[in-house]
C-alpha cells in the first residue's frame, strides 16, 4: 500500500500539472501580405535598348518591338484594388507606333493564385518629347503580392515580374 506522502506527492502533481503559465494555444503567425522574395525583373542595359528608348531616364525593359517601363513607385490604392501604372511602348522599325494596334497585359500571381486585368489608354506622346509615343497600361490588383505581368503584341509577348505591396 502507498504511503500518504506519495498519494500526497501524485494529488498535488496531478493539480498542479493542470497550472500553467500559457493562455491557450499561440495564435497563428500574421500573415506579410508582401513576399518574402519577389525576384523582381531588372531594367535593359541602355546599350542594348532601341535608340528610340536609350535616351530616356526611365528603367525600360523589353525586346523586339515590346517594351514596357518598369514602375518605379508604389501602386495606388482604388477601392479594393492596388493599381499600377506603366508606359507600353510598340515600335516599327525602331520607331514607336500605333499602326500595330494596342497591346493587351494581363497578370497572374507567382506566390499564389490570382490573376489581375489590365487595361490600355488611348496611344499618347511622353510630355516634353516630340518622338517617344507610348500606350498608357495599368494592372489592378485585387491583392499585394509577386505578380507577373505579361504584354501581348500579336505573337510578340513580353513578361515582367513586379512586387506588389500597400502603398
Known sequence: MPSLRALAATAALLLCGGCSMAGGPAAPPVADPTPAHCAETSATPTTDRPPALASTTSAWFGQGDL???????PPTAQGDALVLRFPVVTLAR??????RGAPVVTAARVDAAGEAPGQIG????????????????SVAFPDPG??????????????????????
Do not use: I, K, M, N
Open 67 to 73: 517594351w514596357v517601363g518598369l514602375p518605379d513607385y
Open 94 to 99: 525602331g520607331e514607336p507606333t500605333s499602326t
Open 122 to 137: 488611348a496611344f499618347s506622346r511622353a510630355y516634353g518629347t516630340d518622338e517617344l509615343s507610348f500606350w498608357p497600361a
Open 146 to 167: 509577386c505578380w507577373a505581368v505579361t504584354g501581348l503584341l500579336g505573337s510578340a509577348s513580353l513578361r515582367f515580374t513586379v512586387a506588389v505591396a500597400q502603398p
